[in-house]
């Protein structure tokens, strides 16, 4: 895949990842997922979906579209899946399926135009940052803006939640308050930004397993965000730190003792607050400016893999047309 001739319309969507700063697991829902109440934020780590259309200009008529062929090519590392099963293609797929686009062939003759997607992956995998939901919620912006098939916000969200529980809240990004399994969101007023150390361990954590495990060792809770909300309106750093909170944390601390230290460590060594992202791995320390990030980053190296300084929120997917 990838490769082919160049200079047909190109579409780049940046998009960022997210931390929960508040994540309460309320119980098991009749359908088997686990009802959340959950704050979401963007931070500073982004990935990018590169859309590209191949052929001429009379091939990207809606017509001819009919026939498109897709093409995925990323730069990953192993642990992303390189085909069908990566989320981008998912987005795609659906994409194409819903607006008509490429879903009928020409017998014997090769699909002309190609849509090339192109992935580039600095969000962690499999980290709690919702990397994969990321990049299908950039797809879907990038794709329905190359192919002009203009649905609104609202349209692409509710196919976004077929794909994911976090990849409507990828579409519009900012900071939301999530509930249900975390499809539905309102955004929730934040004022200030806010430092973060982010800490990244090399081996993955699956979300399926967190939550197998909470059901093991966790307590389904009454927790409520309201001092998180308030934090958040008032801009409060400190106030933050104080109340990040996420039920996940035991579930993900049974399965991996030593991101319970990690947590620990970033306490010890001057953060405000810090908490496991998601379902982890990745550990966020809260400082109170960028410089402390800096200098908290410094101290954290010897209790992850990779450590990065990210700023939130860190707004939402921007679209930028070549
Ligand atoms: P969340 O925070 O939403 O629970 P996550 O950040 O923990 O998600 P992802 O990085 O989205 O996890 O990866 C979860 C799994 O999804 C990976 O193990 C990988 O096999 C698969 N996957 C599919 N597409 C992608 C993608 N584009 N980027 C990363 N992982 C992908």
Redesign the pocket.
């Known amino acids: 895949m990838g490769g082919g001739s160049s200079g047909g319309p190109r579409v780049r969507v940046r998009v960022p990842s997210k931390v929960n700063l508040f994540l309460a697991v309320r119980g098991l829902r009749p359908d088997g997922y686990h009802e959340l109440v959950t704050v979401l934020q963007t931070v500073s780590i982004h990935d990018t979906v590169l859309a590209r259309l191949d052929g001429s200009v009379a091939s990207a008529h809606p017509a001819a579209r009919r026939f498109m062929d897709l093409a995925f090519t990323q730069e ?1 590392g192993p ?3 390189p085909g069908s ?4 293609v998912r987005a795609a797929r659906q994409l194409m399926g819903l607006v008509g686009v490429g879903t009928a062939h020409r017998d014997g003759e090769a699909a002309v135009p190609v849509t090339r997607l192109h ?1 580039t ?1 600095r ?1 962690p ?9 990321a ?1 299908a919620a950039a797809t879907l912006l990038a794709l329905n803006h190359l192919w002009g098939t203009d649905l609104a916000r609202e349209e692409l969200r509710d196919l976004a939640a077929e794909l ?1 529980a ?1 990849v409507p809240f990828c579409v519009t990004g900012g900071t939301a308050l999530a509930t249900g399994t975390g499809t539905a969101t309102a955004q929730v007023l934040c004022r200030g930004s806010y430092h973060w150390v982010v800490g990244i361990s090399g081996e ?1 954590l ?2 399926p397993s967190v939550y197998r495990a909470f059901d093991e060792v966790g307590t389904p809770s009454e927790a409520e965000p309201d001092a998180v909300l308030q934090a958040l309106r008032t801009g409060d750093a400190e106030a933050l730190g104080a109340a990040l909170h996420n039920d996940l944390e035991t579930a993900a601390f049974s399965l991996r003792p030593e991101l319970r230290d990690a947590r620990d460590a970033f306490l010890e060594r001057g953060a405000l607050g810090a908490l496991v992202s ?2 982890g791995p990745t550990v966020v320390g809260l400082a109170e400016s960028a410089q402390h990030a800096t200098e908290l980053a410094g101290r954290m190296q010897d209790a992850f893999d990779r450590v990065e300084v990210a700023l939130s929120p860190a707004g939402g997917p921007e679209v930028a047309v070549d």
């Open positions: 990953a642990d992303v899946p099963d990566n989320l981008a992935l992956k969000i995998v499999a980290a709690g940052m919702a990397g994969g939901s990049d994911g976090d993955p699956s979300t998601g379902s």
